[in-house]
């Protein structure tokens, strides 16, 4: 990969040109404050299909994506290391024109991951691959206050370098001039909404539970779907301001591909890596938010000594103690779980930290699915999952996130999200049920998860 803040855009595409060599070539510049968001919503209006959206949960790193300059899709089994393979090979002939690496900027790869690829596809997840991860043409970093623009061209050998300078600055000239519009009133009203056999799934889990006992199985978590039908299309970028408004301390995502977008407010980190530092965490264990501060600090109490909430959580920590354990030095976790709350919940939550080379994906393939998504021991509650739950999770409960040329990057877990599809969208909540759980409580769980996405759906008036 070549660094350069000397060789000028034009002399790089002409020798990727005389080369013959189809490459990356990256530019990377700082400019003027825009946000984001509005830079997703101008990508719409010029015409690009593919979009993506990423703030994380301090807000500190947002970055906005617009059309593919290079699209890494697999659905085989080793979908991790095969996506991870052309990235390094695409890494060889990479060249970057920047003044200095900023997290989060130049060439990086966005995308997201099915849940079980072993579960077989339906019509609702039909557009998405195993494992999709792309490279913008154009994206927005927003990082400390400051703006950065990354262009990446694609060379290929036929092109010719003047028309295709010219064509792209025009284009991020336009974007830039469309980002400064703001955001136009959703407006949305439905229809049409239902959750989708809710007596069904209550009655999977006593049975569930039966399995786990024979099986000896300690943890299932089971998720369900809720759907909605729009008067209009859905706007997701609507979608997103009411999510980033609503849900200040979760991760705010978008992968809007094919024609259909995935997005939603998770609050959990899967992994994230910059320089030699690697941070994940632990959540599982909820409870809904108190009306009143009194009944709110009551339910933080019992949810902090409730020995099922504690039990599914701790499940989650001896997990990732493990992988972390394996793959990275000086590992942190505390003993104790603390709390995380968001609008609607207060989970229990342990911070995890370790130190290590080991590639991102390969971190995200280690712990996807942890076992606050699918159980303990893994293989064989995803087993229970595939025979009992009536869902095609799809991207729901799995990695989201991007990997930058510098390997650094991070991680999501794609919960309190839903996939939108022109007018339509679908919903998806889980719970962790162990020997102990309530089926209608549970039920009441996944109500409560639904309620970030529905109040961005129906809730906010821009
Ligand atoms: C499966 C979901 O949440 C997971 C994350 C936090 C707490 C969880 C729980 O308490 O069951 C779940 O493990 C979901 O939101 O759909």
Redesign the pocket.
Known sequence: MIRTEQQGLHQSLLTALEARMETIISVVKKVEWIDPLFFYAAGKRLGFTERFYWSDTTQRVTIAGVGTAFTIADSSKQRFQNIRAVWDKCLQNMIVHRSSYEFGTGPLLFGGFAFDPLKPRTQLWAEYDDGVMWVPSYMVTLKDGEVWLTTNYVVHTTENAIDLQEKTEEMERKLLQQSKHPLVDAGLSFVWEEEVKPQEWIQSIPIVQEAMNVRDVSKV?L?REMRLRAKNHIDSAAVLQALRIGQPDCYIFALDYKGSCFLGATP?RLIRKEADVFTSMC????IGRGKTEQEDYENEEALLHDEK?RT?HAYVVDMIRSVMNALCDEVQIPYEPGLMKTKHLI?LHTPVQGKGDTHLLEMVERLHPTP??GGTPRDEALALIREHEVLDRGFY?APIGWLDYEGNGEFAVG??SGLIKGADVSL?????IVSESDPSLEYE?TKM?FKPMLTALGGYKL
């Open positions: 978590v998720a959990e959540l599982a264990g909820s909430n599914e989970h606050a998504l409960g919960l309190r998806f909540a889980g719970c962790g769980e998860k």
